[in-house]
């Protein structure tokens, strides 16, 4: 039986994309060839809309612009700006149902992806997509209002995640806390990053903030990017910042902005 | 403002760099950035000097190759180079020595040419006699005049940067010599960057060697855990693992077209006494 074709698909802020977010998928894509059942034929990180409302959320257009920097030398990932033109923000699994969609070529495009490693044809398996999460992740399908039920159902039902966390068992014990996930565990992959490595995207913006180096943090393309727009100063870090967070809107939840950091 | 006043510091980091990886390279963006807003001081170099091959490390491939690989490393930065000349050498040479050799190297520079200092032409400086200095290290004593060195001139300062674990290093006992380590910090200085884990500060008020010198002793806290080592590098190229982003891309090609770092490449010294207790063991009495 051949080895089933993979797409992982992150979907996110990548606010700024990071080494971070890179390694994510590095570690993912190691992770499922290691298995025996799959071969990782392409990535895509896909940048939230502006409509997301997050608090600091540099423009979209920037976002997306700065991640094809960073995977410009790649070879496998790739950034699709689909959700990001979205006039409202999108569900999670829409997203996941859209690139689905391309990717099983019933819509034109499918060469978009540009998978130049890819085995769609030789195998005999139908390529799945699933989605590249950090542990965190996992934490808010506890968030009141956050997540519809029957949404988290199709998400690590029909798709699957790929959940990279460090040595920590916070992934285990939300897999195991939850009825849903832990009914679907078989499709929720478990990565572990065994040495800590926390310069996330806030950090980042907190060192530019202060003036201070993030060199080797990220790309220097995209470093320069952000010093020639000017992106993520105090200032830029205010934007949304009484807003609600667009999910929690949407759902019908009571408004108070989340407090996320 | 205060710019008339800041002093030149030069950084110079001595290691394995087996392989050189972007946290190496954070370590010396975060000293300088802590230097010259809380220590009045105006980077002007850092150096990586990686270790030579006597050093007998485990694992612990030719200096050519990790020299190479931190220059490729260095490329798009505008102050951090990379000296080969303590890779170069048959012998692992001691810390001080390579302070010393790079401290002669800088003031020969100094009084050869303008390029690191801003002495007006004209102004004598006070030569240091490099030969005296050996002389005192001979009788085994650390004369107090050598603490001075640094401060009597108007070249830069040359500090020693590292990370804590070779400040936790000096309590290993055949390491480290202690008037090395008295001259380390003594003469010159350093600069500790920390992970939280570790409390710096406790370890100095316990040494009665780093003690008076603690404020030649410059910490500088990594908020942000980053724990990617060589080491953890290396496993995962042996095991056939993506590194990628966790060093240069020019340094991953690099290693990648020659396939260093193996299993076998790992085996290099296994065995073999590490060159600093090799040469302390005949001083324990």
């Excluded at chain 1, 506890?142 to 916070?170: I, K, M, N, T, Y």
Aim: charged share 25%.
């Amino acid at each position: 039986m051949g080895r089933i074709p993979l797409v992982l698909l992150a979907c996110g802020s990548f606010n700024p994309i990071t080494n971070q977010h890179m390694r994510l998928f590095e570690l993912a894509r190691d992770h499922m060839h290691h298995t025996g059942r799959f071969q990782v034929v392409g990535g895509i990180v896909s940048p939230v809309s502006d409509s997301y409302g997050k608090r600091g959320l540099a423009p979209a257009q920037h976002r997306v612009a700065m991640a094809r920097l960073a995977l410009h030398g790649s070879g496998w990932v790739t950034v699709d700006d689909w959700e990001s033109r979205q006039p409202d923000w999108t569900e999670t699994v829409v997203t996941l149902r859209h690139h689905l969609q391309k990717l099983l070529g019933q819509q034109p495009s499918a060469a978009d992806l540009q998978m130049p490693h890819s085995s769609l044809e030789g195998s005999s398996e139908p390529p799945q997509l699933k989605l590249l999460c950090g542990a965190d992740f996992l934490d808010t399908f506890r968030v009141p209002g956050l997540w519809r039920a029957e949404h988290v159902e199709e998400l690590v039902g029909r798709f699957g995640l790929v959940c990279v966390s460090r040595g920590d068992l916070q992934a285990d014990r939300a897999v195991h806390e939850s009825d849903t996930l832990f009914r679907h565990r078989h499709n929720i992959f478990l990565v572990r990053e065994w040495v800590r490595n926390e310069t996330s995207a806030t950090e980042i913006r907190r060192a530019l903030r202060r003036g201070l180096s993030v060199k080797y943090l990220l790309p220097d393309a995209v470093i320069d990017y952000v010093r020639e727009h000017q992106l993520y100063t105090w200032q830029s870090e205010q934007r949304n910042k009484d807003a609600v967070l667009r999910p929690l809107g949407q759902q019908g939840a009571p408004s108070e902005p989340l407090n996320d950091s | 403002m205060d710019c008339a006043k800041k002093t030149k510091l030069v950084l110079l980091s001595c290691g394995s760099y087996n392989p050189v990886t972007n946290m190496h390279l954070r370590m010396f963006e975060l000293a300088r950035e802590h230097l010259q807003i809380k220590g009045h001081y105006e980077v002007v170099k850092g150096i990586i000097s990686p270790v030579g091959d006597g050093y007998n490390e485990k694992g612990l491939i030719e200096a050519s190759h990790r020299v190479e690989m931190a220059k490729l490393a260095v490329e798009s930065s505008s102050w951090i180079e990379v000296d080969s000349w303590e890779g170069r050498q048959a012998d692992w040479q001691e810390t001080n020595k390579v302070l010393r050799h790079h401290w002669e190297e800088l003031l020969s520079r100094e009084q050869g040419t303008d390029v690191v200092g801003t002495v007006k032409a004209g102004r004598k400086r006070k030569r240091i006699d490099a030969v005296s200095i050996s002389n005192k290290r001979k009788h085994g004593k650390m004369e107090v005049a050598h603490k001075g060195l640094m401060h009597k001139t108007d070249g830069p300062h040359l500090m020693l940067l590292c990370g804590a674990d070779v400040l936790e290093s000096f309590g290993v006992p055949g390491l480290w010599k202690n008037e090395d380590i008295e001259e380390i910090v003594g003469s010159y200085g350093l600069v500790c960057i920390t992970r939280s884990s570790f409390d710096v500060d406790a370890f100095i008020q316990g040494s009665d060697l780093l003690w008076p010198h603690r404020h030649n002793i410059h910490v500088v806290r990594e908020w942000v855990a980053n724990d990617v080592s060589a080491t953890h590098v290396r496993r995962a190229l042996r095991r056939g693992h993506s590194v990628r982003y966790l060093l240069p891309d020019p340094v991953l090609s690099y290693i990648q077209e020659r396939r260093l770092y193996t299993a076998e490449s790992e085996q290099t010294n296994a065995g073999v006494v590490l060159a600093p207790l090799q040469k302390h063991a005949g001083n324990h009495g």
